[in-house]
């Protein structure tokens, strides 16, 4: 059986090729499978080559091998998106060894049952995933050098006999060798079953595969004919698979690749690193570095962020930074910064990010006090507009606040990705519901300090806080906000009307900032969009003198009240102090 894939997109382009025939025997036993999913699955499943020799001392080893196979490329997409490759194919491997075996219990011998080995290569993004048990065998060909990725599972008792000593269906525990490796474009794998590899040398393997590498259903043929030329007595399968592109990098790709990359030193103007010259510093922190830089080649300028060397040695630090150069390039918005794409091969860990000239929101305010309200609404569309972008990912934003939005020519941009939480990537070391995002207490929501869930609702109190600054130069709830920790500490603050310190916004607008600053988030609004419309035109709910504390309606009738209150309950007191 020959079949052969091309796909091409912008994730990934593959071709490929197999035979598998029975040789000498009157069955074969052997059984082969390449999937090339569409869609969406192409980038969160990724392409799967398995291969699977059914034992041929076992009752139901063509079974096992065909089993294995369909049972593996059905079940393993459709696993959910969320879950790792090797989480899935673990799970999808475990439910069919134990499948096998409970098959092979009606044989005397379980042994002599479904009893097959069992060898797959999935790639996904820039990673190739190796799941093997027994003696089938995956290659790699890489700049003209053939490496053998698995290992035999057998067991040899004399020089003609050897044993299996791992197999799908053997016994109930299932032992699986896996391995992760970098992939590149042009690399070329190659799988087969021992009626190939057994009945020809290393050297006359490799010289078959590159012989034919360019047409891989000629490969696959010459393989068998080879083999069969030189008596092999066994089935005969062989697959190839050859990476013509590979597309953009995903999570975990990004990580292990630049993860282990050093720290650059601190740099100084005229410095040069990897192409790019070094302006001028434009901040620095205990956490990072960004610097003014611009391109040797095109003199395209651009911000460099690096890690700060006070965080070398700590992995939860640099798999958040590099997070942020992944989180960063799935968004698109005019209104959150560009990740810059690095052209040539990084020797140190940092990432690019688009300069955008202008000031802070927290420049402005510190400069001019107060910002005008129909600027301060434009500028609220633009903040929401780039949170929408965020959202659409299923990412939160974390950590808006007026350092980390920038004014250029009238249009706000969000310009950090440093505390963002995406959504179904659970493999980082920092846990994102157990962390409150770094330096943003006086802007974060409550929940962050409550360990409650954090949603959209929890950008809106960041961004209402935010927009409050701009509107006041003041915070709502004061210092007491920053330092509560727990609901007690939380249900206690007093919410000070933002036309307190700034006569000139109505109270409609401050409606709305009340509403987006609840400490409970179910009392915030539904959606961003209402939180931008109540600032831009005057809801009748938030105009109704009843909406307004009893305090602020009528501060003499307020106090008359408390102290009423207070004289009826010290009567009271009295009253049982007596009768005692």
Known sequence: MTAEFS????????????????????????????HVPEGTQ??????????????????????????????FLSDYYSTPDSWSVKQSAHKVLVALNRWLYGLGQRYIDAEKGYVTTFSALIIKSHSAHVFHAGDSRIYRLRDGELEQLTQDHVVKVSKDT??????????????????????????????TTDGIHDWMSRAQFKSVVVEEMLNL???????????????????????????????????????????????????NAGMKIDGWKVLR??????????????????????????????????????????MEEWVGSRISSPHVVEIVKSERKRTFLYYLIEMVDGETIMDRVEKAGVMELTEVVTLTGHIIKGLRAFHRRESLHQDIKPDNVVIHNG?????????????????????????????TLEYSAPEYRLNRPRTERSDQFSLAMVVYEMLTAKVPYGEAYEKSMNIKQFSVLTYTP??????????????????????????????????????????????????????????????????????????VMLFFWFRT
């Open 7 to 34: 796909l091409k997109n912008n994730v990934l382009t593959i071709d490929a090729g197999q035979k598998s025939v029975a040789g000498v025997k009157p069955q074969n036993e052997d059984s082969i499978g390449i």
């Open 42 to 71: 192409l980038s969160s499943k990724g392409v799967a080559m398995v291969i699977a020799d059914g034992v041929s001392a076992a009752e139901a080893g063509k079974e096992a091998s065909e089993t294995c196979v369909r049972g």
């Open 162 to 191: 050897t044993y299996l000593a791992r197999a799908m269906g053997i016994g109930l525990s299932l032992e699986i060798d896996y391995k992760k490796i970098e992939v590149e474009e042009g690399d070329l794998f190659i799988s």
């Open 217 to 267: 259903d000629v490969l696959c043929e010459r393989l068998v004919e080879h083999a069969l030329s030189h008596s092999s007595t066994d089935n005969l399968s062989c697959q190839a698979l050859r990476v013509l592109t590979l597309g953009a990098e995903n999570h975990d790709d990004a990580l292990n690749k630049l993860a282990n990359l050093p720290f650059p030193p601190d740099l």
């Open 281 to 322: 510093q434009i901040h620095a922190s205990a956490r990072s570095q960004l610097y003014h830089v611009e391109c040797l080649e095109t003199g395209k300028q651009c911000v460099m962020k690096t890690p700060s060397v006070l965080c070398l040695g700590d992995p939860g630090y640099v798999e958040r930074f590099v």
């Open 411 to 439: 249009q706000a941009k969000i310009v950090d990705f440093g505390s963002v939480f995406v959504a179904g990537v659970d493999e980082m070391t920092r846990s994102s519901e157990d962390e409150i995002p770094l330096g």
């Open 498 to 571: 933002a036309y307190v310190h700034n006569p000139l916004i109505p109270i409609w607008v401050d409606g709305a900032l009340r509403k987006a600053l609840q400490v409970n988030a179910d009392l915030r609004y539904d959606s961003l969009s209402e939180f931008l419309n109540d600032l831009k035109y005057p809801n009748e709910t938030f105009l109704s003198p009843e909406m307004k504390p009893l305090i602020e309606r009528n501060p003499l009738l307020f106090w008359k009240g408390l102290s009423a209150v207070l004289a009826v309950s010290q009567l």
